[in-house]
């Protein structure tokens, strides 16, 4: 079975993005026509191998097509060259996690370490609870960031709805890759800042005598050196140095108003050690495996297969024919009727349409539609019905029915004819979307998508776009 998604690299994806939203986005801004389309799919047909990959076929149109749209509209080059990651950041971030460790008073600034409540505790604690965050399920909370940053990216990113519609869309499909960017300038940066404290707190013991000791209302001496060997377990192991036997700890306490005496260069080590085992050794660990990610990301931006805009790209790469049933209900459409849905539909599935109308259901014997079959490889059956009936559960409900029964797995869309309707009622605006508005409830209450086109040939060339939006939602249920 294929994969649900098919992956191109980052330049590619948001080149295939940016052509999407200008063909399947509100037509607002640059214009793209159907001829414009037909060029750019010819064109691609005849500069890709019959072998290629099909993700070289989708790249390969998408930048024919933008050899279209770049000079209607300078601000889609200027998106596109857009840079979304330098790598110079990697180096502001180790720069500026170092910064703030230096800058961090690890030491305090009494020159007294408190063996009980020194802040690199908070460090490691905290650097634990990242780690065991990783280790969890993703939950929806990502999501929910995703969705607010593709609305603020709709609002923020300005220019025409198609390159609103761009910046959502790369906000979806891109974010595996800004995940996985963030997490590698997260990870160098904790691991910068764990060696920032680790610097100072040997730049500090250069000059500064530093002295060590503990106070506390509850413990004992024996109590604080079980707790601290238990914690600094793994720093004893790595530099040999042990901590001390209680009779050495009791000494080590410091009485309210007195000063500490005893020297903190052996802690000092240990608590460097415990920086590098749990904090700067993970971190560098996570950072190489968050660059390795984001650069197999970048190389593997996935799309979805199975979105109806790919699926008839997908289709003419393979040089497949779209194969449309049409089923019409009460009467048979008129020649100028059959010319102009195919022609519509031509516009909308791409050149190389196979169309075929099926004998008319007559009205009262709707159960029938349920014998006829679809067509080997169909790839859309179409009721077609005058916008002028009134719309019925118990005919034009029944008729869709019996066609869904009959073949469960091919989409179906509903089409209306409003050629007859629109002229009659052309003044009377509110009839007509009082009209509509019933056919649409119909649709709707039968689950299947719907359009009303005059089939003459004014009303196909206007009704492209919405005949595209109702077939590729047919194929999509």
């Not at 793209?32 to 890709?48: G, I, N, S």
């Not at 859309?380 to 869904?404: I, K």
Request: aromatic share 6%; glycine share 8%.
């Amino acid at each position: 079975m294929s994969s649900p998604s098919f992956f191109l690299d980052e330049a590619a994806a948001r080149r295939v993005l940016m052509v999407q939203a200008f063909e399947t986005g509100p037509a607002t801004g640059v214009a793209w026509t159907a001829e414009d389309r037909a060029l750019v799919t010819r064109l691609a047909r005849e500069t890709t191998p019959p072998d290629a990959a099909p993700e070289r076929y989708v790249d390969e149109r998408a930048r024919h097509a933008l050899h279209i749209l770049v000079p209607r509209d300078k601000s889609v080059a200027r998106r596109l060259e857009r840079r979304l990651w330098r790598a110079g950041w990697m180096l502001l971030a180790l720069l500026l996690g170092a910064a703030l460790g230096l800058a961090v008073d690890a030491v305090g600034g009494s020159q007294r370490i408190n063996l009980l409540a020194p802040p690199v505790w908070v460090v490691i604690a905290w650097n634990g609870i990242v780690y065991l965050s990783l280790l969890l399920p993703a939950s929806v909370a990502p999501k929910r960031v995703r969705a607010w940053l593709a609305r603020r990216l709709a609002v923020r990113s300005g220019g025409s709805a198609p390159l609103r519609a761009y910046g959502q869309a790369w906000a979806r499909h891109g974010w595996p890759l800004a995940v996985a960017r963030a997490a590698l300038l997260l990870h160098l940066m904790a691991a910068a800042i764990a060696l920032g404290l680790v610097a100072g707190l040997y730049l500090r013991g250069l000059v500064l005598d530093f002295r060590v000791g503990w106070q506390s209302t509850f413990l004992d001496a024996a109590t604080v050196r079980a707790v601290l060997a238990t914690l600094l377990a793994p720093a004893v192991a790595l530099t040999g140095i042990a901590v001390p036997d209680a009779a050495a700890l009791e000494a080590l306490r410091v009485a309210p108003g007195a000063a500490a005496t005893a020297s903190a260069a052996p802690w000092i080590h240990l608590y460097a050690a415990m920086l590098a085992l749990f904090v700067v050794l993970p971190r560098l660990g996570l950072a190489v495996w968050s660059g390795w990610r984001t650069m197999w990301l970048a190389r593997h931006v996935a799309l979805p297969r199975d979105d109806p805009y790919f699926q008839r790209l997908l289709r003419e790469h393979r040089g497949g024919i779209p194969r449309v049933q049409v089923l019409p209900h009460g009467a048979a459409p008129t020649p100028q009727a059959a010319l102009g849905l195919r022609a519509l539909l031509a516009t909308v599935l791409g050149p190389g349409l196979q169309l075929t109308v099926a004998a008319a259901t007559p009205y009262g014997e709707e159960e029938a539609a349920a014998g006829i079959a679809a067509e080997p490889a169909t790839t859309l059956r179409l009721a077609l019905v005058d916008l002028g009936a009134t719309p019925e559960e118990d005919t034009h409900g029944r008729f869709l029915q019996a066609l869904r029964a009959a073949a469960p797995g091919v989409p179906l869309l509903l089409l209306a004819d409003a050629s007859a309707f629109d002229r009659r009622f052309a003044g009377m605006p509110a009839r007509l979307a009082e009209r509509r508005q019933a056919w649409q409830q119909l649709a709707e209450a039968q689950g299947v998508s719907w359009v009303a086109v005059a089939l003459d040939a004014s009303g196909v060339a206007t009704a492209a776009a919405a005949a595209a939006a109702a077939v590729e939602a047919a194929l999509s249920r």
